[in-house]
């Protein structure tokens, strides 16, 4: 049987690292000096210029249940065929895991540093929570779904026009087993340049 998540080095945390599934989360979250923990850790990243071209948004307790009405109410704009099990669903999104955290992409104009790099630097504190969080015990996803690209929800979540959610790292208590899935073999990825 496979050992995920296994703390003993930073070797066999990065080569066993899975990921808890958002949908088999429940309490508790990180604590408060748990969570301080995973942004310290988030921001040490990449950051071409210093720009710090992130920031961060958290919905926990009845804040995820007020930020489904908003999904709720935006979903049925959007689909107004769907019935009331389809709407349960998406009121329900933010409720799967007992904290949400937004990772915001804030690309400064510099004349140096492309919007790109910004954004990538954004991915990677992304990836650096789900480390954190992992580290710490706790159950973590990283999750995009429809939300992060509607724009109406984005000004609902206070995104200001050069703004993108990078995703949203759901995290709590695993309350199902881990599985594994199939990993590509690097060595089908990788092409040798040479000179022609």
């Given amino acids: 049987m496979q050992q995920f998540n296994d703390t003993s080095s930073i070797l066999s945390l990065l080569g066993t690292r899975k990921s808890a599934s958002a949908k088999a989360m429940a309490a508790p979250g990180p604590t408060p000096e ?22 961060f948004i958290l919905w926990e307790g009845d804040a995820r249940t007020r930020f489904g009405d908003v999904m709720k109410a935006r979903w049925k704009v959007l689909h107004p065929e769907h019935g009331e099990q389809t709407l349960g669903f998406v009121h329900g999104l ?11 992409s804030a690309p400064q104009e510099n004349p140096k ?49 050069h703004e993108k959610l990078a995703g949203l ?7 199902g087993a881990l599985e594994e899935r199939p990993r590509p073999d690097p060595a089908t990825l990788l092409t040798r340049w040479q000179a022609s």
């Fill in 34 to 55: 748990q969570l301080a923990e995973i942004l310290r850790l988030a921001v040490r990243v990449p950051d071409h210029g210093k720009l710090a071209p992130w920031r």
């Fill in 169 to 175: 790292i759901y995290l709590g208590t695993a309350t």
């Fill in 113 to 161: 540093i492309p919007a790109w790099e910004q954004q990538l630097s954004a991915a990677a504190v992304c990836m650096n929570i789900l480390y954190a969080a992992t580290a710490l015990g706790i159950g973590c996803q990283w999750n995009t779904d429809w939300v992060v690209y509607d724009a109406e929800i984005a000004a609902a979540m206070g995104l200001g026009p």
């Fill in 94 to 104: 933010f409720l799967r895991a007992p904290t949400v955290l937004g990772v915001v």
